[in-house]
T-cell receptor, first 114, second 117 residues
Framework: AQTVTQSQPEMSVQEAETVTLSCTYD???????LFWYKQPPSRQMILVIR??????QNATENRFSVNFQKAAKSFSLKISDSQLGDTAMYFC???????????FGKGITLSVRP | GAVVSQHPSWVICKSGTSVKIECRSL??????MFWYRQFPKQSLMLMAT?????????EQGVEKDKFLINHASLTLSTLTVTSAHPEDSSFYIC?????????????FGPGTRLTVT
């Protein structure tokens, strides 16, 4: 069974600074997909970024980028130039695609300070 | 693109009654839809997976007779909470997955807050 671990329950960052959110996972699969989802106070889940395991290049979406270390089974999210609107709960998620289920981590609450 | 709607966004019902929640994919066809439950400050807990035209697959510990799921079309899935009780009060979220191949991301509805009095 796959597991996703987010060991930091909370983080805080000053506006305009950079923050990195950690995520590790465990799987015996070789091909899989990883995601970061954002859940702001509205509770709407928003897909932030995705990474296919077979791709060596780290995914980037504007201010959001990942550091994907397949051998270490690590998938961290870097948020550059943090904005107040980045305040949210962030979930790391995994799927192997075999049965389409997403396995979520416990989430991390990120607060951006003005 | 990839918008999922959910209705109602908030519902209060009396103990013993049933409540239906609708989940629609607005601009894509969803072969698979998922239903989650979320408690405050916690992660999403998958309740069931539904595929269009077939019976839903429930996660261990989820009562299928209590949480009825129907996926009648490629754009609509419904969750009916039958004989609701106060312990069923929660935030319910649906998601939809377009297509049958990778990268398998899910798009989420805005959620439904259910309060059972």
């Amino acid at each position: 069974a796959q597991t996703v671990t987010q060991s930091q329950p909370e983080m805080s960052v000053q506006e305009a600074e950079t923050v990195t959110l950690s995520c590790t996972y465990d799987t015996s699969e070789n091909n899989y997909y990883l995601f970061w989802y954002k859940q702001p106070p509205s509770r709407q889940m928003i897909l932030v970024i995705r990474q296919e395991a077979y791709k060596q290049q780290n995914a980037t979406e504007n201010r959001f980028s990942v550091n994907f270390q397949k051998a270490a089974k690590s998938f961290s999210l870097k948020i550059s130039d943090s904005q107040l609107g980045d305040t949210a709960m962030y979930f790391c998620a995994f799927t192997s695609g075999a049965n389409s289920k997403l396995t979520f981590g416990k989430g991390i609450t990120l607060s951006v300070r003005p | 693109g990839a918008v999922v709607s959910q209705h109602p966004s908030w519902v209060i019902c009396k103990s013993g009654t049933s409540v239906k929640i609708e989940c629609r994919s607005l601009d894509f066809q969803a072969t698979t839809m998922f239903w989650y439950r979320q408690f405050p400050k916690q992660s999403l807990m998958l309740m069931a997976t539904s595929n269009e035209g077939s019976k839903a697959t429930y996660e261990q510990g989820v009562e299928k007779d209590k949480f009825l799921i129907n996926h009648a079309s490629l754009t609509l899935s419904t969750l009916t909470v039958t004989s609701a009780h106060p312990e069923d009060s929660s935030f319910y979220i649906c998601s939809a997955r377009p297509g049958t191949s990778g990268p398998y991301e899910q798009y989420f509805g805005p959620g439904t807050r259910l309060t059972v009095t």
